[in-house]
C-alpha cells in the first residue's frame, strides 16, 4: 500500500468508525461484537475499496456493509442456537446455547436504563427489515432515503416498514405500559 493510500484509509476510518460502531451495537447489542464487527468492516472495505465506484455516499456503503455483516452474524447465531436446541433434544448436547444477556445501550442515561433495557428487548422481537430500518432511523438518525439507499428499498418501502415497527413496538410495550 502506498503512504497516500494508507493515510486515506486512515482518514476513512478515524471518519466513520462511530458510525460503523455505532450501527454494529444497535443490531448485535453486544459491546465485544461490535468492536469485532467494526474491525471486520473495515478489513472488508480495505480489500474492496477498488470495487466502490461512488454510486452512492461512502456513509452509505458502510452502513450497508455493517448492517450485513451484522445481520449476518446473528443469522448465523440463530441456526447454531437451534441446531444446539435440536441436538439437545436427542441427547446430544444437554445444554442449548446461552440466551444472549440482557442489553442496555451505552449512551442511555443511568435514570433510563430499565426502560432502554424494555425497549431493546421489544426491538429484537421485531422482524429484521422492521428492526434494521427502526435502528438506522431512530439510533443513526439516518433520513428515509438514507435508510432506502442502504437496504435498497424504495422510500416508500422504508416508510412501510417504520409504520409496521411502531405499530409492532406499541403491541409488544403495551403491558409495560399499562402497569
Known sequence: M???????FKYLVDTYKGIVYNTALSILQNDEDAEDMAQEVFIQVFHSVKD?????????????????????????????????FVKSLF???N???????????????????????ILFSAIDKLPENQK?????????????????EVLHVSVSSVE???????????????????K
Not at 455516499?57 to 444446539?84: E, G, N
Not at 432511523?137 to 438514507?146: F, P, R
Not at 412501510?160 to 399499562?178: H, I, P, T
Open 2 to 8: 502506498k503512504a497516500g493510500e494508507s493515510s486515506a
Open 52 to 84: 466502490f465506484k461512488g454510486e452512492s455516499k461512502i456513509s452509505t456503503w458502510l452502513y450497508r456493509i455493517t448492517v450485513t455483516k451484522s445481520l449476518d452474524l446473528l443469522r448465523s447465531r440463530k441456526r447454531k442456537k437451534r441446531f444446539a
Open 91 to 93: 441427547g446430544e448436547n
Open 95 to 117: 445444554e442449548p446455547l446461552a440466551e444472549q444477556a440482557s442489553f442496555v445501550h451505552p449512551g442511555v442515561q443511568l435514570e433510563n436504563k430499565e426502560r432502554a433495557r
Open 132 to 148: 434494521t430500518a427502526f435502528l438506522l432511523n431512530k439510533t443513526e438518525g439516518l433520513s428515509y432515503q438514507e435508510i432506502a
Open 160 to 178: 412501510s416498514l417504520l409504520f409496521r415497527a411502531k405499530g409492532n413496538l406499541q403491541k409488544y410495550l403495551e403491558g409495560y405500559y399499562k
